[in-house]
């Protein structure tokens, strides 16, 4: 099982998932983990090229990417499809977790099943977005299950059943996670949709060491 996904990795290379532009943030304060979560709900059932349109779009307008300010988007800044519904579902994720845990950091505090527990009570996240949030934008160890994954193991089963079977307690967790979990490299040293280390060499640390063990 693990093999498809050591070759694939081999021969793409590391993706360095999810793009953001962390200059951006740093100059206008505002969070990253907000614009992934953005970008999560817009890409449901949509082309990931209109999604980034559509962020490059808010940020053109000089948005700042912040709970309390999800609220002062209209329908006009959402340009990806079903855009009422996502809207909803933006403003109803950021206020339900502003009047719950009072911002972003105490919400992040969540171990992975009580977070996803109050993800999914959210209308309009499923069980993919659900677990593309907390693993790119809470970084936490979770396995997203999406049409490609049940196409790479030729698996189609109900979700959480799936992703129970490929995340077993092996190495594979180290494959899945190692864009997301490198302590060497954490998410504010990197620029863009790379990782830095202290020197600036861009994923080396990560590549070294999954070249090392698989």
């Known amino acids: 099982m693990y093999e498809p996904i050591i070759n694939l990795i081999k021969e793409m290379d ?18 990253w983990r907000v ?13 990931w090229n209109l999604v980034e349109k559509n962020i490059e779009y808010l940020k ?27 809207l909803e579902t933006l403003k ?6 502003l009047e719950n845990y009072g911002n972003i950091d105490n919400f992040s505090k969540l171990e992975i099943n009580k977070m996803r527990e109050e993800l999914l009570k959210i209308n309009g996240i499923g069980k993919e977005t659900c677990d593309a949030i907390i693993l790119y934008s809470f970084e936490k160890p979770i396995f997203v299950v999406d049409y490609y994954t049940k196409k790479l193991f030729n698996i ?20 899945v996670f190692i864009e997301t979990e490198s302590s060497e490299v954490p998410y504010d040293k990197r620029k863009g949709s790379k990782y830095l280390n202290e020197e600036g060499a861009t994923g080396s640390l990560i590549s070294k060491d999954f070249n090392n063990n698989f």
Request: aromatic share 16%; proline share 4%; glycine share 2%.
């Open 14 to 31: 590391f993706q360095f998932w999810w793009p953001v532009d962390i200059n951006y943030h740093n100059k206008n304060n505002g969070d």
């Open 35 to 47: 614009e992934v979560i953005t970008g999560a709900i817009l890409t449901q059932n949509t082309k």
């Open 60 to 86: 053109s307008k000089n948005f700042i990417f912040r709970l309390e300010n999800i609220n002062d988007l209209s329908i006009d800044d959402i340009k990806v499809p079903f855009k009422l519904r996502k």
């Open 92 to 97: 109803y994720l950021s206020n339900y977790i």
């Open 156 to 175: 189609f089963e109900e979700y959480d059943k799936l992703r129970i079977k490929i995340y077993p307690k092996t190495k594979v967790a180290q494959i």
